[in-house]
C-alpha cells in the first residue's frame, strides 16, 4: 500500500461540525482494515485536537498521511498559540472558557489526551502564529519511540 | 445486557434504533465529553445529560453502541440524525443520572474500571 493523503478544512465557527474530519478518518481507517487499536487511538487523538482547534484557534486545516507502518496527522491552526506547553501539558490546566465547559470541553484534557493515545507528538507554536500539532500512531505499537 | 435489556429497566423511549440485540456490558456516566475521551476504556454505553451532537462524535470515536440521555432531556435532530448515520441507538429515560446509572449497574452492568 502506497502511501494515503487526505486533507480537511476544519471549519472555526460552526461546534456542531466539529470531528467531521475525524469521523472521516476513522471511517477510511476502517475500510482499509486497520485494527481497532489504531483506529481508536488516531480517532481520539485527532478528535481532541479538532476540538482544540475550534475551541481557541478558530478553525484551521487537518492533513493526515496513512502508511501501512504509521498514521500521521498534522493539525494546523492560525490562532493565538500556546503560552506555556509545559502547562498546556498538564492534566486539568485549561484556558477554555465558561461556555466551552457547558459544551462538554475544556476539562484540561485535550493536549494530555493527545500525548496519550499518540506514539509520537510534537508541537510547534507561537504566540500570535498558531499551533501545529504533528501527531504520529504507528500500526505496530512496539516501533513507537523508533521515528 | 442487550440494549433492548437497557430500554426495559430505564423505561426508556428509544430516539435511534440502532442494534437493540448488541451485548454492553460496560457503561459510563458524564457530562463532560473531555473526562469520557480520556478516561473511558471499552465501555460500550454512554449516560450523559449534555445534548450537543458532540456526545455523538464522542461516543463514535470511543466505539460506544448506545447513548442514553437522562432526565427526560430534550434531545434536537441533529444529533439523532448523526447518531443514525452511525448506526448508534439513542436513549431518552425519565430516571436522573444517579439513578440510571445505579439501576443499570444492580442489573449487571459495571464501570469497567478498578481502583487500586
Redesign the interface.
Known amino acids: 500500500m502506497s502511501t494515503l493523503h487526505f486533507d480537511y478544512v476544519v471549519p472555526g465557527d460552526d ?2 461540525q ?2 467531521a474530519a ?2 472521516d478518518v ?1 471511517r477510511k481507517l476502517k475500510k482499509i482494515g486497520c485494527s ?1 487499536d489504531v483506529i ?1 487511538r488516531v ?2 487523538a485527532m ?2 485536537g479538532e ?1 482544540n482547534m475550534v475551541i481557541h484557534a478558530g478553525g484551521g486545516t487537518a492533513h493526515v498521511e496513512i502508511d501501512p507502518d504509521k498514521i500521521y496527522v498534522a493539525l494546523e491552526d492560525h490562532g493565538p498559540g500556546i503560552k506555556d506547553v509545559s502547562k498546556a501539558m498538564q ?1 486539568g490546566w485549561s484556558t477554555a472558557p465558561d461556555n466551552v ?1 457547558s ?8 493536549l ?2 493527545i500525548k ?1 493515545y499518540s506514539d509520537v507528538l510534537k508541537i510547534d507554536t507561537e504566540v500570535g502564529k498558531g499551533t501545529t500539532l504533528h501527531m504520529t500512531v504507528f500500526t505496530d505499537r512496539s516501533k513507537a519511540g523508533g521515528d | 445486557m442487550t440494549v433492548r435489556d437497557v430500554v426495559q429497566i430505564l423505561k426508556a423511549e428509544i430516539l435511534a434504533e440502532g442494534d437493540l440485540d448488541v451485548e454492553v456490558r460496560t457503561a459510563c456516566g458524564s457530562d463532560m465529553m473531555s473526562d469520557v475521551l480520556a478516561f473511558v476504556k471499552d465501555q460500550s454505553v454512554l449516560l450523559t445529560g449534555l445534548t450537543n451532537p458532540q456526545v455523538v462524535r464522542t461516543a463514535e470515536m470511543m466505539d460506544m453502541h448506545c447513548i442514553i440521555f437522562v432526565r427526560g432531556k430534550e434531545v434536537d435532530d441533529t444529533i439523532l440524525e448523526l447518531a443514525k448515520e452511525k448506526d448508534m441507538t439513542v436513549l431518552r429515560t425519565p430516571y436522573r443520572m444517579f439513578t440510571a446509572c445505579g439501576l443499570l449497574y444492580t442489573n449487571g452492568l459495571s464501570g469497567g474500571c478498578d481502583v487500586t
Open positions: 461546534f456542531t466539529a470531528g475525524s469521523s476513522k481497532s481508536r480517532a481520539i478528535y481532541e476540538i492534566e465547559r459544551l462538554g470541553f475544556g476539562a484540561g484534557m485535550g494530555p489526551n496519550k
